[in-house]
């Protein structure tokens, strides 16, 4: 297993790998993420593309949708990313739970508005920093 990854020296905040297979939910997060502070490294919508844009350049933590096209499932990718030391935070409109739990630090609620995903990734931050996480919307909830 991979060695928990930690937060880049970018002044821009976290870096990002979005995995999201619609396409204008995928640009909107990128959007946001530019507006809170932090950076996109990539856009990913099926496990294939996720490796691939980890291998190229490593993310701090990765947003994932749990189901994508063609069947694929935010699940597997989670559970890759996990493995890799990626930390995950979920970004989908049913959140897993208990299955969730050992694969990501939490979840967001679709639909994501800028001021949960600040206040989610700030709480992210802060929990691969190893310090106490903040309150949370209540469209956020961490495992």
Avoid: W
Avoid at 111 to 134: F, H, N, T, Y
């Amino acid at each position: 297993m991979a060695p928990p990854s930690q937060p880049s020296d970018n002044k821009r905040g976290l870096s990002v790998l979005i995995v999201e297979d619609e396409a204008l939910v995928a640009m909107d997060l990128e959007f946001m993420l530019e507006d809170t502070g932090h950076a996109a490294i990539a856009l990913a919508d099926s496990l294939e593309t996720a490796i691939k844009a980890v291998e190229a350049e490593r993310p701090d933590i990765a947003l994932v949708d749990i189901q994508l096209a063609f069947g694929e499932s935010g699940l597997e990718v989670a559970k890759e990313l996990t493995e890799r030391g990626i930390p995950v935070l979920f970004s989908t409109g049913n959140c897993p739970g208990e299955a969730g739990r050992p694969l990501a630090m939490g979840c967001m609620h679709k639909p994501i508005v800028e001021r949960s995903l600040r206040a989610a990734l700030k709480a992210a931050e802060a929990r691969i920093e190893g310090r106490e996480v903040s309150r949370l919307p209540s469209s956020v909830h961490f495992y």
